[in-house]
């Protein structure tokens, strides 16, 4: 089931009936209702796109990476090294996911649909 047809036909004899155009239905009752259940997918994919693509190459983790490595085979301490790195991702995930919670949270996204 897609997203916009997971909106109630309640809801659009609703706002029909409240004499609305269908550009003012589909903006303030389908997209509205759709966009508050996808943020979560959407933002959950997104983070799994971060962590898992060449997105991060962009950011410059993949250098990090190599100095990482680099850093490991001359100084033999590869646990303080691979530790540090670790934490960095860690940091640039968390600040993405907190990122993409604002907007969950301020649409309400995680609210159930009956409002409790």
């Not at 809801?11 to 009752?29: C, T």
Request: aromatic letters at 6%; proline letters at 3%.
């Amino acid at each position: 089931m897609t997203t916009s047809a997971s909106v109630t036909s309640q809801r659009i004899r609703s706002a029909a009936s409240f004499g609305l155009s269908n550009f003012q239905k589909m903006r303030l009752a389908v997209l509205s209702q759709a966009i508050r259940r996808i943020l979560p997918a959407m933002g959950k994919q997104f983070v799994y796109m971060l962590k898992m693509s060449s997105l991060v190459c962009v950011l410059g983790l993949s250098e990090l990476t190599r100095r990482a490595n680099e850093l490991s085979v001359t100084v033999y301490r590869p646990l303080e090294t691979y530790t540090i790195l670790l934490l960095e991702y860690l940091a640039l995930v968390l600040v993405v996911s907190w990122l993409v919670r604002r907007p969950e949270k301020r649409m309400g996204a995680n609210v159930p649909e009956g409002g409790c």
